[in-house]
């Protein structure tokens, strides 16, 4: 496991005198600094809009597991045949001295332990959120493979061995079978028409503001921003595929990237 790194970047009310720094454990990958997690994108953003001091202890997918137990951490949750399920992110926080796993999770308990940051659940909209949240996940499956695989070429091998062990079973076929070269125009085609699903809801703002919420940023713009980021990442910032996402929606996600880069 590598050493705890520094991460703080976004400025607020709170500084490293006001309180000590929380460690969030994040996923590591071929690009250094850059997780491929879209469920630790979500912490990162969220810690950073918040001010919240914090250091980054990267982890593989094997070392989990061990972390949780070393740590005496309580699983996440369980899988359906009952054996624990552990999982990142997960953030420890010194002054409460709570290990916090899942990242809806650990948002809400930011919101709740410090109220006198931005609340990524603002006016209380959770309810409405949570239904933007569950229509995103619903717009999903015509990109799965898409995703997966987008994850999968910038794990590092560590990872990627244990990703592809748990992964390929249920998809019936190797990684590397996943997205084949004459099926790129077809699989960008179909992400694009799940991001005109979101561009609809967000069109709905009337063009105040490049969040769902106008200029008001929300948990549902970091769940968006949290899923291109890995495509990012992945692609590159300069490739080709990342210039023409960005170019969908009268370039609605450059906007939206463009304006959370702070809180990367």
Known sequence: MSLIEPDFKASNSYSRQDTMSIIFYDLASTSPGYSMSTNTWRVRYCLNYKGLPFTTEWVEFPEIVP???RL???PTLKKPDGSPLCTVPMIYDP??????????????????????????????????IQAFSEATRAYMPPVRDFLIWTIFVKLNPPSAVYFRNQREPSLGKRMEDL????????????????????????SKNRGKGPYIMGDVLSWADILVASLLMCFRV????????????????????????ESLKKYE
């Open 179 to 202: 997205v084949l070269d004459n099926q790129i125009a077809a699989i960008m085609d179909d992400f694009k028409g799940v991001l005109g699903k979101l561009d609809a809801l967000y």
């Open 67 to 69: 972390l949780y137990e």
């Open 72 to 74: 005496g951490v309580t």
């Open 95 to 128: 002054t409460t001295n709570k290990y916090i796993s899942d990242s809806v999770v650990i948002a809400e308990y930011l919101d709740t332990q410090y109220p006198q940051t931005p609340s990524v659940f603002p006016n209380n909209t959770t309810g409405l």
């Open 234 to 257: 992945s692609a590159g910032e300069d490739s080709q595929r990342w210039k023409e996402i960005t170019s969908w929606h009268g370039r609605r996600w450059a906007i939206l990237m």
